[in-house]
């Protein structure tokens, strides 16, 4: 029988990803005996030691099986690994080269979240696209900068390796795994009995973008600092770039390798971020806000606006603000 496994690593703090790939697949597993007449999958936890605490003892998980017992699996699914992923990198070299060694052998690997940081150090990524919860994509490009991380997206899939932005969102990578490995019907029947949108594929609308600070050019930063306290304004990147005595070309590279935007991308962020928060927070409309944030022309913010949280800023101020339509 083909064999999924569920990967319990050391050192790491989450347990809603394990607990909730294996009840999705274990009843996807279910549906298609239903239909078939027999399991597809053999689903197991498998980890390097006998029981893993969660949560400071209150929870504990004790996998099925040792690594070294598997030699062959299909898929593996590697948790989120929540805050601690340093320390579960560092915890976890057996479990890395393992990983390394299956794919080598044929498996495929599905990381969830903060998962990716035990992925990228097995060397599997280098070079691929990789998605991380927003709030470690910054961490993750930091650690491995030969890894493509893909801020926006919810799912990655490339090469037999499959990556997801983080948080609860990891229910849609199991939905998606769920009709890789089994077919359409039912990943849509799993769909709703847990009651998770398929085929959702963007994180835009849950990002908090909060600049990128985490370098040492200090013009930069002086620029950022201008960009964002002056939101109301219309800013030239000719103007911007002369104001801090850099070349137009020399600005945009150096603003680039600091912040991984160009200057007008990151005023771009900046405005539609500072759009986001109003939108929530008070109960001014479209066109309001479209002014505050330096924008005049309406089509043209509701293109950057798109681009950036992938919804209209009329969706966006439905689904962020309810009191605003009462």
Not at 79 to 84: G, I, Q, V
Request: net charge positive; with cysteine; proline share 2%.
């Amino acid at each position: 029988m083909k064999r999924i496994t569920i990967l319990v690593p050391e050192g790491q703090n989450n347990l809603s990803s394990i607990v909730g790939s294996y009840k999705i697949l274990k009843r996807a597993n279910s549906f298609w005996k239903e239909k078939q007449g027999r399991e597809l999958y053999h689903i197991q936890l498998a980890g390097t030691s006998d029981e893993v605490d969660f949560h400071e003892g209150l929870f504990t998980v004790r996998p099925h099986v040792h690594i070294s017992a598997i030699s062959k699996t299909n898929l593996i699914i590697i948790p989120s690994l929540n805050h601690a992923y340093q320390q579960a990198v560092e915890k976890n070299d057996a479990l890395i080269q393992w990983i390394s060694e299956q794919y080598r052998g044929g498996s495929e690997i599905a990381s969830i979240c903060t998962g990716a940081f035990l992925l990228a150090s097995s060397g599997l990524i280098s070079g691929k696209t990789c998605s991380t919860h927003w709030a470690f994509a910054e961490s993750l490009k930091t650690m491995f900068p030969d890894v493509d991380v893909q801020t926006d997206k919810l799912i990655t899939d490339e090469n037999g390796i499959y990556t997801n932005g983080g948080a609860y969102s990891f229910l849609h990578l199991i939905i998606y795994l769920v009709e890789k490995y089994f077919d359409r019907q039912t990943a849509i029947f799993c769909s709703k009995v847990f009651q998770i949108d398929i085929d959702r594929e963007s994180q835009s609308p849950f990002i908090i973008f909060a600049g990128q600070k985490s370098h040492d050019d200090q013009v930069v930063k002086q620029a950022q600092h201008f960009i964002e306290n002056n939101l109301q304004n219309k800013i030239s990147m000719v103007e911007l770039a002369s104001r801090f005595a850099v070349g137009r070309r020399n600005f945009d590279r150096r603003f680039i390798k600091a912040t991984g935007n160009t200057p007008i991308e990151y005023v771009q962020r900046v405005k539609i971020e500072a759009a986001k928060k109003s939108f929530e927070t008070n109960s001014k409309n479209v066109k309001e806000v479209m002014y505050e944030t330096g924008y005049s022309d309406m089509k043209a913010f509701r293109e950057v606006f798109r681009k950036v949280t992938g919804i209209s800023p009329l969706e966006y101020r439905q689904k962020y603000n309810k009191e605003a339509f009462h």
